[in-house]
């Protein structure tokens, strides 16, 4: 009981025919995938050290790694290799012990069983697999010319096996990383019965460019762009270089540059990066180069087309700003209620809708629509458009000569916004006006002078506060001056009169 089977001590057919037996009775399960029961067979093998045991530790090595026991597979292939050095599945454990270190990431150990097959086993078919692999494994540790020099050996001595042309994949990969499709295309000249078309070299050149992109390496990006352009201008990927580059080139501030590649790509067919195109040319059109005709038609065609809804609205705020600068009063009444009408509003778009529609409204002489509007930016923000405003509202009032309130609405700039300087300046500058109207020359002088001692650029509203004190200042000494020929004409006639 428990001994080994009589069958197998006898001097017998039997005893030579069922060792096989029962490996072939392991196989048939491992083949229906009952991993369990085949288990069972190879251990019976090599448990009563039968014949075909080093086959039935290689098995037993194979379901481990099937199983996700990485470290049993390991030791069943290790017990091939140490207890079986004759073994016809020497070369088999050894590869498979170099592919189970890959997955472990364990990739020292990896190399050197790769190695051993390629170094122990000259006509072992794993040869070309191990290459390849440790062409990959040097790759992913970053050791380039050791990837290339396996990826060489299969492209010099199995040039037409399936591996050679998946280390054509590897060295692309290589040179990609490295940036140097120069280098991958001399390489493969080497080499005249690979065929590498010039479609091959632009989708290469254009790789490398696209990688440093992925990795936002702008610099090197924009380097890679300008030479595939320059070699494939109508390559295949000519849209999808003109939008990186200019991709990069907005994010580095070269926003001149960056209008030519999104103009190139607005002017292709529709495609896939149109929209986004569009929105970058806009902003550049109305904030850089403050060509606002450009910026609305870019922006209306945007509105057109955006499929997503945060571009539609990004449109719609540029439409009310580019018809503002081009003073089109239906325009910006049209897409500021569009705007106001919109799921993906902000406060922010609130106060820019009232204050460009009261801007404009104040330009065209409408202050009563732009009084209503300015208000309402006034009571809502206090920031550069919240200091705007209330200095429009006070020059309405000045305008309407309601010069308590403008006085009010002056000294509320500089209360409410005291931040915006410019515009605090400014209110004083008028406060001045409205002072010199209620004939109060001492204080419109006093706050003449204040912004010449405290305020100090020296710009269009120190000059203008200059050139009002001393406008003042001349109609003083020509009222004095008045005063004092009226005094002397009437002493003559006085004295005509003795």
């Not at 054509?168 to 590498?196: H, M, N, R, S, T």
Request: net charge neutral.
């Amino acid at each position: 009981m428990g001994g080994k089977p009589k069958l197998l001590d006898a001097r017998t057919v039997s005893s030579q025919v069922y060792p096989d037996a029962i490996g072939r009775a392991g196989d048939c399960y491992f083949m229906q995938k009952n991993y369990a029961k085949a288990t069972d067979k190879y251990d019976m093998i090599v448990k009563y050290a039968l014949r075909g045991a080093d086959y039935a530790y290689y098995q037993k090595g194979i379901l481990a790694g099937l199983q996700a026991k990485p470290a049993d597979k390991i030791a069943n292939l290790d017990k091939v290799i140490k207890d079986y050095p004759e073994s016809y599945y020497l070369d088999d454990a050894w590869y498979q012990k170099a592919v189970t270190y890959v997955g472990q990431e364990d990739y020292d150990k990896a190399i050197n069983a790769h190695k051993t097959v390629i170094g122990k086993f000259p006509q072992s078919p794993y040869i070309r697999k191990s290459l390849l692999n440790l062409g990959l494994v040097y790759y992913n540790t970053n050791n380039y010319d050791e990837a290339l020099n396996n990826y060489k050996v299969l492209l010099r001595d199995y040039p037409k096996s399936s591996e050679a042309q998946d280390a054509l994949v590897g060295i692309k990969d290589v040179y990609v990383a490295q940036g140097d499709a120069d280098g991958y295309i001399k390489l493969i000249k080497q080499y005249p019965e690979v065929d590498f078309s010039i479609s091959a070299q632009d989708s290469l050149t254009y790789q490398i460019a696209e990688n440093y992109y992925t990795k936002e390496d702008c610099t090197n990006a924009v380097t890679s762009f300008d030479k595939y352009l320059k070699a494939f201008p109508k390559g295949a990927f000519a849209v999808y270089a003109h939008f990186y580059r200019g991709q990069c080139l907005y994010s580095q501030q070269s926003y001149a540059k960056s209008r030519t590649d999104y103009e190139y790509v607005i002017n292709q067919s529709s495609n896939l990066f149109t929209e986004q195109a569009l929105d970058k040319a806009s902003r550049i059109a109305l904030h850089i180069d403050k060509d606002y005709e450009k910026a609305f038609n870019y922006s209306k065609k945007l509105y057109d087309i955006a499929s997503k809804k945060d571009l539609k609205v990004e449109a719609l705020r540029n439409l009310v700003r580019s018809s503002y600068y081009l003073k089109k009063q239906e325009d910006l009444t049209t897409y500021s209620d569009l705007l106001l009408k919109s799921e993906g509003k902000t406060t922010d778009d609130d106060i820019e809708i009232y204050f460009y529609r009261g801007r404009l409204a104040y330009d065209k002489g409408n202050t009563l629509v732009a009084k209503q509007n300015l208000q309402q930016v006034a009571s809502r923000t206090t920031n550069e458009m919240g200091a705007q405003a209330r200095y429009y509202l006070a020059q309405i009032a000045y305008q309407q000569k309601e010069y308590d309130a403008a006085k009010a609405l002056c000294l509320k700039v500089s209360n409410e916004t005291a931040s915006q300087e410019y515009w605090v300046v400014k209110s004083f500058i008028l406060l001045s006006d409205v002072y010199v109207a209620k004939n109060d020359l001492f204080q419109a002088k006093a706050t003449l002078n204040s912004i010449i001692d405290n305020y100090e650029p020296e710009d269009e509203l120190k000059k203008e506060a200059r050139e009002k004190l001393a406008k003042i200042t001349k109609g003083e000494i020509g009222t004095s001056k008045l005063k004092d020929d009226s005094k002397k004409k009437s002493d003559y006639l006085e004295m005509e009169g003795n």
